[in-house]
């Protein structure tokens, strides 16, 4: 006879063997209902695309593969001819890539590799694609192609403007070779860029492509600091900047020369600074370019348009250093050309007639670096120690001339449809100053008593 807890022990077991098979039927209903929906969403996307697929920034889910290159080709067309800006700091070039760089697209294997997502493996793999992309959308990534001499042609003229070798400060007789730190283009990494942005364009309202050009810095064992400080000239005395934006590029060209000429001069106490002596005439035979210079109050075409800018950026800074300022010349007429800097601080430069000409009046020795840095001019004087005053310079008495209006008949110019044939100009009188601060109280030195021609409006009246 069977006890008690025999009959119990039965009775459990047969109910855990129902609870096992009700969870088996229930396994297979789900297996058999997402089997069902995996048809289902099978013969729905049959031939097409799935939902939530993108390419070139566009959603093509959905779409059978002649809708999807119906959709895309218009858009890869546009991103070949679109213009693209390889720029590094200061230098900038603008290319196409059809015509510049021979690139294409392969459309058709685009296609296929969109269509053939949650379409590769097994079963189950498929499954957890599918699952995968209902939850974030799936991003097919084309690859712009380009010619090899194509592109290599264009890292040739980045490598011209941009590349340069390290270079280790230097002490000469009597001027510091700065150091240089290298720069070096990373070819593969510019490859990736150019094609990340021409993707990311095809969506964009802006018609031009930005790509900065990756590079690898190398820098030097001996830095211009370093060797400064162990000349013990390592104190900032003075800096003055003026701005490069909206410069033609022989402009630019120009004063990145002449601020070369000028760059790391060291100045003995007494010593005269030349600024013609170290320029020279910077005519074409000085390896200067053709730009905007002033002559005679007016705007014309000539070599050495920037250069200026340069002897400019300088004389203020040996303003604020409070150097004797021995001859200095301002500008005939003040405007655009020379708006860089405020009235009465300019500093024009003539070889042969114009100099800028100052003395190193303190009593210690002094090194002047000139330097173009993110579209602007610096000029810098360091010394053995700062000074123990503050130097600000000030304008005064400022008038401003009216410009005339010369009325010119019509006669022969009918072609000529805008009525001001020259924009006037006004011209200014003002006086500058430089005011000394110490500890004993403050003092101002005149410095300039400047006067600015005035250029006439000229107009066409019947």
Known sequence: MYSQNYYRRRQTKNNKAGIYKNIFTAFLLLVLIFFLIFSVDYLI????????????????????????????????????HRSIQIKH?????????????G????????????YAICRQGSVWQRIADRISLIRRAKIVTPYFDFNNSDYDDLINILKTEIEQPTRDAELKVDRIIPSQIGIEIQKQELYEEINRNLIHAANADTADVVVEVPVKHEYPEISTDKLLAQLGINQEISSFKTSLQGKESN?????????DDIN???????????????????????GYKESTIIVNGQYTNGYGGGVCQVSTTLYNAVLLANLQIIERYN????????NYVPLGRDAAIFYGFKDLRFKNSLDQTIVIFSETKED????????EKVLDKEI???????EIHDFDIIEIKRQNMEYIKDRVLQEGIPGYTVKTYRVIADSRGESMEFISNDKYLSVPMKVIVD
Request: aromatic share 6%.
């Open 45 to 80: 996307h049959r031939g097409k695309n799935y939902s939530n697929v993108f390419a070139l920034e566009h959603n093509i889910g959905k779409l059978n593969k002649t809708q999807t290159e119906n959709a895309l080709s218009p858009i890869v067309e546009e991103l070949l």
């Open 103 to 114: 690139a294409s697209i392969d459309l058709d294997k685009l296609i296929d590799k969109a």
């Open 331 to 338: 500008h005939s007429i003040y405007g655009e050309a020379t």
């Open 264 to 286: 790391g001069i060291i100045l003995k106490p007494g010593d005269n600074f030349l600024f013609n002596q170290l320029v020279g005439p910077a005519e074409k035979e000085d």
């Open 392 to 398: 600000t310079i000030i304008t005064r008495d400022e």
């Open 89 to 101: 700091d200061d230098y900038a070039i603008t290319i196409v890539p059809r015509e510049d760089l």
């Open 376 to 383: 602007n001019l610096i000029t810098t004087v360091y010394g």
């Open 251 to 259: 402009t630019l060209f120009n004063i990145k020369k002449a601020s």
